[in-house]
């Protein structure tokens, strides 16, 4: 038997784990069995984000890593889903690049933010680019495995209404294959913060990673971990955003 529990269970017992782990860190630390030259305490890097507020400008950081993640995000899925649909449309493209897709999604790819660089410039578009480039893989492969894992009797079905074939693709194919592709959204999602956060980093280009890379060398270590609390917030916020667009998808 199925136990339902009211909307805001999940939300309070996801508080109550939050709470929990930082006592147990801040007693862990307070103890002496962590350093806190390695990890300060959770009321120290509460109490530095005030300083971060006014002095490292942490809140426009904040949009700016939120923002290009966003957006890359958005291309990967402009660029990404098409592109699985083309592979599914035309197997003997997806029987020949299926292999090099899957081969870049487990190379290390951050290791060309050189040559963006160079081809972009040092700014904010070879950030972009790089969260583009780790996006799109993962999404392309995910849409044609969505694709093909729908069954057949519901294309027969669709054709036997007499539907176009532009809604046996919306109404049938896309809508089915809806769950797989949101799967690859999401991780897309993941390693194109993972790639902005690090090339903003490497690189000393605003937003979030290069504010954890300045804190760091000036080993200002509460100050560096509240600044990865809000790397943490912006994959909640992106995440909250993916799940809502695919509720509204699926109700359409």
Do not use: C
Not at 37 to 61: G, H, N, Q
Not at 152 to 179: D, G, S
Not at 186 to 205: D, K, Q
Request: glycine share 10%.
């Amino acid at each position: 038997m199925t136990t339902y529990y009211p909307r805001w269970f999940s939300a309070a017992l996801s508080v109550l784990f939050g709470i929990v782990f930082f006592a147990l860190l801040q007693g862990a630390v307070g103890w002496g069995l962590i350093s806190p030259y390695v990890v300060p305490t959770p009321l120290e890097m509460l109490s530095a984000l005030p300083v971060l507020f006014r002095d490292e400008a942490l809140l426009l950081k904040f949009f700016l890593t939120l923002g290009t993640t966003f957006a890359a995000t958005l291309l990967s899925i402009v660029i990404g889903v098409p592109f699985g649909w083309f592979l599914y449309r035309k197997p003997v493209f997806a029987k020949a690049y299926e292999s090099w897709l899957g081969a870049a999604f487990a190379a290390p790819l951050i290791l060309l933010y050189p040559l963006f660089m160079v081809v972009f410039g040092r700014g904010i578009p070879t950030v972009l680019a790089m969260g583009v480039v780790a996006g799109i893989v993962p999404i392309t492969l995910s849409t044609l495995q969505g694709l093909r894992g729908v069954p057949k009797v519901y294309l027969n079905v669709a054709r036997t209404l007499r539907m176009t074939e532009f809604q046996i693709a919306t109404k049938v194919l896309f809508h089915a294959a809806l769950p797989t592709i949101f799967t690859g959204v999401r991780l897309g999602l993941i390693y194109t913060m993972i790639y902005v956060v690090a090339v903003e980093f490497l690189v000393n280009i605003g937003g979030l990673g290069f504010l954890i890379g300045d804190l760091y060398s000036r080993y200002n270590i509460p100050g560096m971990y509240g600044a990865i609390i809000f790397v943490v917030l912006v994959s909640v916020v992106l995440f909250a955003g993916t799940e809502r667009m695919e509720k509204w998808l699926r109700s359409l």
